[in-house]
Antibody, heavy 123, light 107 residues
């Protein structure tokens, strides 16, 4: 059974940093891209970024709203993806989901999602 | 950036109704479009991908159509468990984008 479990959320002050983790199981993690999607309370879904597999050079892509502040990485030996968030702003407050594309590392929609972890940026 | 216009934002309907939700792109995306259902406090669930292919396990009352710039999600006979928020998503080019969402509520 595919499982994605996020952790690391919490309260952080504006300008601070936080690192989220996404532990994966039930599929070949090393062959899959991994994405992060966020959702502010009462708002819609916003794609944050993705990291591809080793076969695709761990290529990353980011939304304009987080580019230069957020970094996605992965550790295939631990079946875990990470989202390092720096220079956090109040508008980054959201539930952060990790998710995987339906088939490996291509252009596919998301068939499995984690339960989400809440990040609150506030003084 | 591909902009998406999803409509309506709110849809009031009754059990048994046929409902349609529209998603329009600012540029053509072939059939690289998915539809998700989200219930309060839960992660989204994939309903349809490639514009019209039903995800495994999704009831056949859900269907999708369209290509290029105009897409539609149809629920043929609304059930109580279908009251939720629906999102379209393009995965044709980065940044991948979602529609604004359509909340389907009980009339």
């Amino acid at each position: 059974e595919v499982q994605l479990v996020e952790s690391g959320g919490g309260l952080v002050q504006p300008g601070g940093s936080l690192k989220l983790s996404c532990a994966a199981s039930g599929f070949t993690f090393s062959g899959s891209a991994m994405h992060w999607v966020r959702q502010a309370s009462g708002k819609g879904l916003e794609w944050v970024g993705r990291i591809r597999s080793k076969a695709n050079s761990y290529a990353t892509a980011y939304a304009a709203s987080v580019k230069g502040r957020f970094t996605i990485s992965r550790d295939d030996s631990k079946n875990t993806a990470y989202l390092q968030m720096n220079s956090l702003k109040t508008e980054d407050t959201a539930v952060y989901y990790c998710t995987r594309p339906a088939t490996g590392d291509g252009y596919n929609p998301f068939d499995y999602w984690g339960q989400g972890t809440l990040v609150t940026v506030s003084s | 950036v591909i902009w998406m216009t999803q409509s309506p934002s709110l849809l009031s309907a009754s059990t048994g109704d046929r409902v349609t939700i529209s998603c329009r792109m600012s540029q053509g995306i072939s059939s690289y479009l998915a539809w998700y259902q989200q219930k309060p406090g839960k992660a989204p669930e994939l309903l349809i991908y490639a514009a019209s292919t039903l995800q495994s396990g999704v009831p056949s009352r859900f269907s999708g159509s369209g290509s290029g710039t105009d897409f539609t999600l149809t629920i043929s006979c609304l059930q109580s468990e279908d009251f939720a928020t629906y999102y379209c998503q393009q995965y044709y080019s980065f940044p991948w984008t979602f529609g604004q969402g359509t909340k389907v509520e009980i009339k």
